[in-house]
């Protein structure tokens, strides 16, 4: 078994929170994991190396320089609420603190995009979640440096229109946000948020 195939595993046993294992006690690496996370002050945090490299590595990340991951945190909660027609006191009407009608993922990419001007957001995937927060690791590339410009595999990413990839839905993301995504397991994506029994988001 090849080493991505072995981190991948690991990395699988640890979510899943396989206790039957006598290799290791995953599901306590995986709590350590969640903990450390939580305990960060910032919810946009630039990362040393990717927690899940093999997952990173087919979303376009290079161990290079122009490349890194940040650490993004999402406050749970529903999309669906509207504001009450009715009078409250604000504080009562039950719309603050929601996660919107963008999907978290679509968010933590956005979020972090704003904190590093700089740099294009090229992907993101899942790492974590806990009661409160659902974690997100955010792939950058710094379009200035000219290792990604000599870059023939990714330095397309420096056009123009490859600007603000995260606020106009190009990540893979943000396309299944937007419907655009075709074939198994896209059904229920479009026509509209509410269509197909809510299943969109």
């Known amino acids: 078994m090849s080493l991505t195939k072995q981190i991948k595993a690991t ?22 994991k969640v903990q450390e996370q939580r305990q960060m002050r910032a919810s946009v945090v630039r990362m040393d190396k990717s927690s899940n490299l093999p997952r990173a590595r087919e979303l376009g990340y290079k161990a290079k320089d122009g490349f890194f991951v940040a650490l993004s945190r999402i406050r749970k909660g529903s999309g669906m609420h509207r504001r009450p027609v009715k009078g409250r006191r604000p504080k009562r009407m039950g719309v603050n603190k929601l996660t919107r009608r963008i999907s978290k993922q679509v968010m933590a990419e956005q979020r972090t995009g704003r904190k590093f001007p ?9 790492i974590g979640q806990d009661g409160t927060h659902t974690y997100y690791e955010v792939i950058l590339v710094d379009i200035s440096s000219p290792s ?17 990839r995260a606020e106009r839905g190009l990540t893979s993301a ?17 026509p509209s948020l509410r269509a ?6």
């Open 11 to 32: 990395i699988q046993k640890e979510v899943k929170k396989d206790k039957k294992s006598k290799d290791y006690p995953y599901a306590e690496l995986f709590r350590k």
């Open 118 to 126: 700089n740099c294009e957001v090229l992907n993101s995937y899942w």
């Open 148 to 164: 990604v410009r000599v870059d023939k595999e990714r330095n397309k990413i420096v056009f123009n229109k490859h600007t603000k």
């Open 174 to 190: 943000g396309k299944k946000s937007r419907g655009l995504k075709k074939g198994k397991g896209h059904e229920k994506n479009f």
């Open 196 to 201: 197909n029994s809510r299943k969109a988001k």
